[in-house]
């Protein structure tokens, strides 16, 4: 894999509203909690309206990221199962890798399906009554195993342990990705999994979109700001961006159950791939690609717009759960994210399918006639029958007759000379 390997979200060093970290379990500041407050997407985003139809329960959320941390209480009763993919973490993926990144499996996973502290308090998920699988990946020297294997060996566990969706808040910085992805994606596709990528953050050092937000089916999420605007910093642009989702002052739960505010399209995903499970949940008998479709024929314009949206960064528009939910939609029978499968087709030179049928009879021809014998070469110094007919034998008799003339006219001359010289009587 080339480019650079990093997860997608950067942390703000601050505290929740106050400037400090404030105790998952603190008790709330009456009339209203400060943390659940904050979560300033839940009622511009539809979520709490779709709540009154679904709050996810059924559907199973595969975060494949550095882990999910045992500690907090927000995640009590969300997290199911768990692996490590990585070689670093724990058999559950419940120890968070990376000295960077541990605890960013744990922000995502808030954001997708967090419990709270009580009725009314404390951090909550798009989808609180999903459950949660982690799956603990990592990056460079907190890993021993290549990322590309990670990813491919994440999807599939994730697949085979009932994931309805993936989320993946990570970017490789390059548009291409490792062939070993190909058949890991198809195998998600064939099984029906809803796949939500993160596009990357410019503020990182992502200035375009890249791997696995590049993959034909995946669902990536650009990220906005707090007035519903393309974000500078944490947000990124491309032609395969689906829908935008706020990517500025997420709420976060950390591994070890502090609060902060964050940055980045890593959490713009996880809040889709909340959206995802709401819609899945609300009607169990769609399959992934209506999913997807629901998601982006229901987005809403940027504020203060008429137009459609620049696609390149916001894709259809801002996810709106309770439309996704509950709005009629046509159904579709492809993936409007596109084809892994056509891709792999066209780019990647796989078999070209059956040989084509004949459509008439074969016709019949005559045989060719049989080649002449072959001669053996001679040797080009050699004379050939055709050199001594043609070319010595005709010289050689030329030359004879000129030399017998040449004799002739010489005695003739000798004679004549030698009359000229007798005395005459």
Not at 132 to 143: C, E, Q, R
Not at 298 to 321: I, K, N, Q
Not at 346 to 351: I, S
Request: hydrophobic share 45%; glycine share 12%; with cysteine.
């Amino acid at each position: 894999m080339r480019g650079v390997l990093a997860a997608s979200g950067c942390v703000l060093a601050v505290g929740l509203l106050t400037g400090s970290t404030i105790a998952p379990a603190a008790v709330p500041v009456a009339p209203e909690d400060p943390v659940r407050a904050a979560e300033y997407w839940l009622d511009e985003y539809g979520i709490q309206d779709a709540w009154a139809t679904t709050r996810g329960a059924g559907v199973r959320i595969a975060i494949i990221d550095t882990g999910i941390g045992r500690g907090p209480v927000e995640f009590e009763g969300a997290v199911v199962d768990g692996t490590d993919v990585s070689g670093s973490g724990s058999a559950d993926g419940r120890t968070p890798v990376g000295a960077v990144d541990a605890n960013h499996g744990s922000w995502v996973a808030s954001l997708a399906a967090a419990r709270g502290t009580g009725a009314g308090t404390g951090m909550i998920g798009v989808a609180p009554e999903a459950e949660l699988l982690s799956v603990s990946v990592g990056f460079g020297s907190s890993a021993k195993v290549p990322f590309s294997e990670q990813i491919a060996e994440a999807i599939r566990w994730s697949v085979d342990n009932g994931a309805d969706v993936i989320n993946l808040s990570l970017t490789t910085n390059t548009p291409d990705w490792d062939e070993s992805w190909d058949s890991a994606f198809l195998y998600a596709y064939d099984h029906d999994v809803v796949v939500v990528v993160a596009a990357g953050n410019r503020g990182s050092g992502t200035s375009r979109v890249g791997a696995p937000a590049t993959i034909p089916g995946v669902l990536t999420v650009a990220g906005v700001d707090t007035s519903g605007k393309a974000s500078v910093e944490a947000s990124t642009q491309g032609i395969t961006i689906g829908v935008s989702a706020p990517s500025e002052d997420l709420v976060g739960v950390s591994a070890d159950g502090r609060l902060v505010l964050w940055n980045g399209t890593s959490g713009a995903a996880p809040i889709v791939a909340g959206v995802a499970a709401l819609v899945r949940s609300a009607h169990p008998d769609m399959d992934a690609n209506n999913v997807i479709n629901r998601i982006i024929e229901t987005a809403d314009r940027p504020p203060g717009t008429t137009a459609d949206p620049d696609p390149l960064l916001y894709g259809a528009g801002l996810v709106d759960a309770a439309a996704a939910v509950s709005a009629t939609v046509p159904s579709v029978s492809a993936n409007p994210m596109g084809s892994l499968e056509d891709w792999i087709r066209l780019y990647r030179r796989a078999d070209s399918g059956p040989a084509p049928v004949p459509t008439v009879e074969p016709v019949e021809v005559d045989p060719l006639p049989p080649a002449d014998a072959a001669t053996r070469a001679g040797s080009p110094l050699l004379p050939s029958t055709d050199t001594l007919l043609y070319g010595t034998l005709p010289l050689m008799a030329g030359s004879a007759a000129a030399i017998l003339v040449a004799l002739g006219v010489t005695a003739a001359v000798r004679r004549i000379r030698l009359a000229s010289r007798t005395p005459s009587r």
